[in-house]
């Protein structure tokens, strides 16, 4: 299935861009910016998993990391 082939390649992106975060986190060596970004490249993973892909496989808006999404920084979130 196309959508659960689109899951996989993102979770596979973000395991890539976290793997580094995560072996200084096992080392005690992460600073509190990376754990931040750890924390969030975390959560964007719970996003993409939490997708259903099974009612409406061809018109699924994925999660978008946080450092991709627009902000505005007026709004209570401030900047991401």
């Not at 659960?4 to 975060?21: K, T």
């Not at 939490?50 to 209570?76: A, H, K, L, Q």
């Amino acid at each position: 299935q196309a959508a659960e082939y689109e899951r996989q390649q993102l979770l596979s992106h973000a395991d890539g861009v976290m793997l580094d975060w995560r072996t200084e986190l096992m080392l005690g060596e992460i600073s509190d910016a990376n754990r931040a970004k750890l924390s969030a490249w975390m959560a964007y993973k719970n996003e993409v998993r939490s997708v259903d892909v099974t009612t409406d496989p061809e018109n699924i808006n994925w999660p978008v990391p946080r450092r991709y999404r627009p902000f505005n920084i007026w709004s209570t979130g401030g900047i991401y």
